[in-house]
């Protein structure tokens, strides 16, 4: 995973991070399927806002079928 600090307002960083070739990002606590890259700012996934951080995000292998990609999300 590549991290990458970004500066886009006055006193706020924020991070983006790139995933390897060939992977995505998949959330952990929800299981739901990101692309390769993701700016990284406010996280609302359990119901309360908090700093989104690269901690909550693994990288898996980049499905490309639409088909397998929608029982993966089931499963």
């Known amino acids: 995973?590549?991290?990458?600090?970004i500066h886009y307002q006055q006193d706020?960083?924020?991070?983006?991070?790139?995933?390897?070739?060939?992977?995505?990002?998949?959330?952990?606590?929800?299981?739901?399927?990101?692309?390769?890259?993701?700016y990284l700012g406010v996280d609302y996934s359990t119901g309360v806002a908090r700093p989104d951080k690269s901690e909550y995000y693994i990288e898996v292998d980049e499905i490309e079928d639409i088909e397998t990609l929608e029982l993966t999300k089931i499963n």
């Open 12 to 38: 706020h960083n924020n991070m983006k991070i790139i995933a390897k070739e060939g992977k995505v990002f998949k959330r952990i606590i929800d299981g739901i399927i990101f692309g390769n890259e993701i």
């Open 1 to 5: 995973m590549q991290i990458t600090f």
